[in-house]
């Protein structure tokens, strides 16, 4: 039995507002359980050197703890030190996930730069930004369509991440931090709508799991993601209602 | 008649909702229009190192504002940069202004950290991260008393900040974005509870201004800064209430 | 009384020398009592990114302590270190004052640098920045007027500084570093030549003050802002004699 | 068919050569095709903050491209910007991965450092770096033993690490540069001599993948670690010959 | 009697092993001694700002140890610090020297970049990375010419480089760490295969020495230098026997 | 004939005036022709870590050019960029070139900062700046001397710096920065009183020269330097008047 009483393969409760911030071109509030993530899709047109002249667009991220977003107060990022590896690591992934289901061709030369800002975190940060970063690139991508600034959905996939791992000897989805932070492993499974993977990363932290272990989390994560994809849709709803 | 239809001397709509991150020892979301800062409070048990073995505390604030707060998407601070001048010199004054309301030795030997972090800016964001983080430091002090970590109440006043200038010729109180990037003077106040002051920052952006303005200002802010005032004792009081 | 024996309307010594400097288009060395800073005026044909194509020009400044400007040798900022917040506020103050006192038509599409070096530093170092950046900068322009590089003179009005504040209860005109150092209440006032106002800025250290203060203020630097136009003006009258 | 004629599940020649550094506790040279790298182990007489007075030891790793290890010359990392997200990301993958072998009771309050700097890269070259990374480790360990600073091995597992990917749609083991860089999909599997994982780390280029082929990677890479671990004996087992 | 029991003027066995870099268009392993520094040379199609629309050409170098080239394992440069003074004197000086041999003009506007990496230090690296450096150019210059980028050769000189100085009191060549580290003067000396200077440093670690020492040493270097030349030569010829 | 119609031993003009910096324990200006360089020495009752616990005491410099030294403007070292490769081989070289004349025992624990910053350049910054950080070395000894800091004068030896270099074919002394920028040969030689060598560094900037050019180096250099020595004295003889 988990401490929260859910059960082996049962999210926490997620919530997804969308249309949060004034100015960004897509925004949603995403909050798995205590972790709460701010997502805004920022349109910009140019695109980083290595794309330009191609006719492809880009699509990038950055990830951000609030210095208060954790138990204790931590350092802001690039304030008397460099930007920390977990966070390029954590930002790298969520780039990474959302270009897998891009059109880039059809976006054209601009970048959509998504922002995640973590303003409370209790476990799975990274997923919750993918989950919610997707829905404020769709969007964002939406109102380049309405507009007329391209004609093309590049948008062909939903993008959605859950973590699962080991705890305790059993094999759990959805961890908190609580639970992240006393894992044998832990684990992040990028998902598409379709149920195919984009990326999959399982760490053990002291020792080895057998590989076994690996198709348990496929199982749990699968099922998870079936549920994001359904909660990314119903958020989107609301706009068109 | 200025755009928003507001009076001269009339504020923005300002809420003050208290207790909104679950870590922190004080927090609050302040809007001002369409500005929006959440700042929270942070004990530390240790101070920097000019305060160690003083028997002293210390209140030390960082302002930043999230990438797209703005109405462009603006680059991170300390991210391929160092933090911008602008940056520095606001949270220099937050937290000059709210030292100024402390008795530091009924603090005792620790620092509280104000972080205010601007969600959403329309104007005003150094003038909300006071007036917000004076309320996130009063709800930290509060918890340090009832905790019995200290015995004597350290705040003797409150600490309220407000905007006014010049806009087409006219002496204006709290401007919004709009007002703010055509002003032909731009001002800061910095005020306490009884009236008094602890921080005038008045610019002219092209050309000079007539000292008797400065009287205007004074005339208008005081005004502002009363609303304030209650405004932060009605937030407070809805904890106890 | 004054520990230096100045009455409280009075300014210490100051003189400006002018042309100290071999290569730059203008210089001064101004010393206020023990205060000396070596201000230099660089023409630059080209402009910050944003004038770019404007036909506008700009003027822009920095401004730094030498190690043993002050009674302990301090840090070199820039060198192990980002710049100090205290130089970026100060040599932000130094370019926006002067700016306010240029028609960047007239100027045409350049750029004047303006350094200030504090060689020794005994109190309102920004200040006498400001007065001999401006004698540089009035220098320069001459240089680009005799040359017919400009045929109209950008500048429009004389800028100076001075601070004043409150010490031992009184209000005192032009605090040395010792003055400074205890005063309640510490002020920056830059002026044009025609009385009128800049910028102001005033801080309590510890506690607040009357707004009646400010009007004090006024007096005592408007006193001090015409003496220093005086001197401004013989500095120059030396290059015509 | 690949390229190179190797059958899907065929490894390319590795050499693991050993104590190629004078100064090292540890060191080897190791060879997978053309990727070369320089692994080093340094024992060093204390630990990170965070392990301080714990009475356990600590493993770390650095890991680097020689700015000539590539067909085009790359820029040094932290040479006119700071160390790139790759190099990060990867020198926490192969610390994780050491340490997840390792007793750090039986180790002692000491870190070891590895070292991975790529002389020549042709793909894998995270993967040969702890795969060599792990025989430095083994020789530093060894020394501490034989000097009778420690009594008991702390190593209770060989550490070995291989990539596999989809390529032109076929499963294939250990891939070259002109393999990865055409991917589809790109893992890499850390695993211990017993045949268990570490990590697992799975990314699709453009588009997605069926969970499947997880499978797939599982049963290659589990055959490559196998004849890694026999070449990882026989290079140290020539120490003892 | 030196500890090696080399004479005053015997160098340390040398050797130089070139093409050791598969993608570099030149190369070479240098060994002096326990001291091994590999040298690559890259060529590219662009050339640093003040050469641009010049016609001409330009060489830059840098040095890097590896972390553990050393007794004792060093921080790399650039992590967690700017580049030493030591790593950018010694860079420059390598840069200096090997473009006093070279025609720019002939080598038209591209610049060819030496990047010399000590995998093993037992002093005199900087004297072994223009040696190695300069055989490493000549390769890139060499395949410039057979693939006929170019027309006439720009090297018109060979570049070595030898270490003296005085040790116990006696005047000596060619010093290793440990001689290196109890000098009383230590000297680099570079010329030209014509037994010509382009570089002279020596400098005295506690106390001055006399301007007679001086001859000594150019007496020695001279040499050095001639045997270093045999040297370069002999390993070049390898490549067309 | 020079330019300047010296003869090729002769030195520009050069002043030295002491205690011009009311703070520093020692101070000079010294001026060579139109090089002007601010010397200040401040004691510290502290030793970088290398000293802590030894009773010996260590003498550092830092070098700058003030912006508009020179021609044209130049960046300040560390204001964007990281400090010049050039300044930091400058100062290096005079912190070890004063080191070399003094007994560190008798120093006690302690150091002196040499800051040394040219206000004006016109060639030899470098070798003004050891001849008058040794007359700010002097003078802070004496202090410390007087003051009963120390009992035993540590400095045994004088220090100064000269320059000398092939121009239009001649060997010439002490280059202006016109001759310095045309030379063929570039030298520095430190020298004490007694007329040994500290060091010595000279440079070809295109093609090689003979050996025989060192020592008409040293007779230059050695004429100039008894000069500089008798100067050093005069200047310091003032105060005793």
Not at 41 to 50: D, G, I, N, R
Not at 56 to 85: C, Q
């Amino acid at each position: 039995m988990r401490l929260s009483k859910r059960k082996s393969d049962e999210l926490r409760p997620v919530s997804i507002e969308i249309d949060v911030n004034r100015y960004a071109e897509g925004s949603c509030l995403i909050s798995c359980g205590h972790t709460k993530v701010l997502c805004t899709a920022s349109v910009e047109e140019h695109v980083p050197f290595f794309r330009r002249r191609t006719g492809l667009g880009w699509i990038s991220a950055e990830y951000s703890l609030l210095p208060r977003a954790t138990h204790e107060r931590n350092r802001r990022d690039g304030r008397g030190s460099s930007v920390s590896g977990r966070t390029l690591e954590i930002q790298r992934l969520i780039g990474r996930s959302l270009r897998a289901g891009v059109n880039f061709a059809s976006l054209g030369e601009r970048q959509i730069m998504i922002d995640c800002d973590v303003l409370q975190a209790d476990g799975g940060t990274r997923c919750a930004s993918i989950t919610g970063g997707w829905v404020a690139l769709r969007l964002a991508v939406n109102k380049l369509l309405q507009d007329r600034y391209i004609v093309r959905d590049p948008l062909h996939q939903q993008v959605i991440a859950i973590s699962c791992g080991i705890h305790a000897g059993s094999h759990i989805l959805d961890l908190d931090y609580n639970e992240d932070s006393n894992a044998e492993v832990d684990g992040n499974f990028v998902f598409t709508s379709s149920g195919e993977l984009i990326e999959v990363q399982c760490t053990a932290e002291d020792k080895s799991f057998p590989t076994a272990s690996i198709l348990e989390f496929i199982e749990l994560s699968s099922k998870g993601a079936s549920e994001l994809v359904r909660i990314q849709n119903e958020a989107l709803a609301k706009k068109n209602a």
